[in-house]
């Protein structure tokens, strides 16, 4: 059923052990592509931002809220990848290549299953939904469009991710980085073609870019699946006479969904944000979804050395190390945080010219440059939030990120945003203060569990 594939030749750093030697130069080795490549997969919406931002700010509003609500839904399978990249890291890291490689497998059927049912429910009920976060008529008219084409191409997203998870999973970040360079060079370019109805191309306003996205996802789609099938990476798919495996679907599930909460509730925190944020305007809306993408990028470069870090942590788990795991989670902590108090300066400092960037409405970027200069006070805990969730996740240990998570946001964001929004004098800045405040809770949350080392017991 599975072939694992000799290429050693084609592509030696995908046969590289990465439980071996000094940690920092793996860690390095392993992470700088792929903060690349989370770059890139960033740099796509944000740059169908920019593009949108000449439509004026009821379509930046639009696209922010919809890639929020779609977002919300994707989470779900996003959880569920994490469960199939907990079991292709620990496989791999025990020298397991059959396990790792059924794993994989095992991880389409969920990707395509997913995408049938929710795909279809965010075709039907895309206006609907944005209706309700009580939105302008405006605001839905350009979103909802946008939305549905989104949903439409779930599927497409969905097995990107799964071609990428099972290469990063593996040991191998080189070509991921490489099929993402090709496919979102292709979204920028078809971008303002689509959008603007450049040349030969309609003008479809928001959803040009969201057709362009669907469009270069289904490029890297088609490439990642070559080099999975033809062993151009360190693990090679066969389907021939596959079939599902029921018990390895069901371990993927069990540490999946508990990630799938995870990401729901945090989505859902930044829901309940945006409807705290809806009351002051289209313009507060629009630097609400302005920051969104700013920040996705500033982080973007970290969340490849979170995600570098948690893939070495569970192959180490797999190798029998758990002491080298745990030394990895600390470091990988510690260097995101040093890039992300990096980012703060300059966020801090800049926050103007860069709104600037998107949308040039004085209002907008008054509002946005103020969120930006609160929630980078965040950034100086963020590593510790963001990497070690990463570590717990990557080796199957997803239960009590989905409880830290729980409380930071009902617990401490909401309520705060409640309360700091209507109750004091910072009106709309309220909302990012209560982020900043879940961020310290979670950081500290995570830390304390970490080093107790439970996690380290965890079974997949």
């Not at 929630?375 to 939030?385: C, K």
């Amino acid at each position: 059923m599975v072939k694992v594939a000799d290429v050693a030749e084609k592509k030696p750093a995908a046969r590289r052990d990465w439980t071996k030697g000094n940690i920092l130069p793996n860690l390095l080795s392993l992470a700088w592509p792929m903060m690349i490549g989370s770059m890139l997969n960033t740099l796509g919406p944000v740059v169908d931002m920019i593009w949108v931002g000449k439509l004026g700010a009821a379509s930046v509003a639009g696209v922010g809220v919809a890639t929020i609500l779609v977002q919300l839904l994707d989470m779900l399978k996003m959880g569920l990848d994490q469960g199939t990249r907990a079991l292709i890291a620990r496989s791999a890291g025990a020298g397991d290549e059959h396990g790792a490689t059924n794993a994989a497998l095992q991880g389409y059927v969920v990707t395509i299953g997913f995408a049938a049912i929710v795909g279809t429910l965010g075709v039907i009920f895309a206006g609907p939904i944005m209706t309700l976060m009580g939105l302008s008529p405006e605001v839905v008219a350009r979103g909802a469009p946008y939305m549905r084409i989104q949903f439409v191409g779930i599927l497409i997203m969905g097995l990107v991710r799964q071609n990428e998870g099972t290469m990063y999973a593996s040991g191998d970040t080189i070509n991921p980085m490489r099929i993402a360079i090709i496919y979102r060079l292709s979204h920028i370019i078809l971008d303002p073609f689509l959008i603007f109805g450049w040349w030969i191309f309609p003008r479809l306003e928001t959803s040009g870019a969201a057709y362009a996205n669907l469009i270069a996802q289904s490029l890297g789609a088609g490439i990642g699946l070559w080099f999975l099938i033809n062993g151009y990476s360190r693990l090679r798919l066969n389907f021939k006479g596959f079939r599902p495996d029921a018990n390895m679907i069901w371990r993927i599930v069990k540490i999946g969904v508990p990630a799938s909460i995870t990401g729901i509730e945090r989505n859902f925190g930044q829901l309940a944000i945006t409807w705290f944020v809806v009351p002051f305007g289209t313009a507060a809306v629009a630097a609400h979804s302005v920051i969104q993408r700013v920040e996705q990028f500033v982080q973007m470069p970290g969340q490849g050395l979170g995600q570098a870090s948690g893939i070495m942590a569970a192959q180490s788990l797999g190798a029998k190390q758990p002491e080298r795991a745990e030394k990895t989670g600390w470091l990988g902590a510690t260097l995101y945080s040093g890039v992300m108090v990096i980012a703060a300066v300059v966020l801090w400092f800049w926050a103007e010219n860069i709104v600037r960037i998107f949308n040039s409405e004085p209002q907008l970027v008054k509002i946005a440059a103020a969120f930006i200069r609160i929630q980078s006070i965040g950034y100086l805990v963020n590593g510790f939030a963001v990497v070690l969730q990463q570590c717990l996740t990557s080796t199957g240990d997803t239960i009590i990120p989905a409880g830290v998570v729980l409380f930071s946001i009902f617990a401490v964001q909401i309520p705060a945003a409640f309360f700091l929004t209507r109750y004091t004098g910072l009106g709309v800045n309220g909302t990012r203060w209560a982020i900043v405040a879940s961020t310290f809770v979670t950081a500290t949350a995570y830390a304390t569990y970490f080093k107790l080392g439970r996690w380290k017991r965890t079974r997949v």
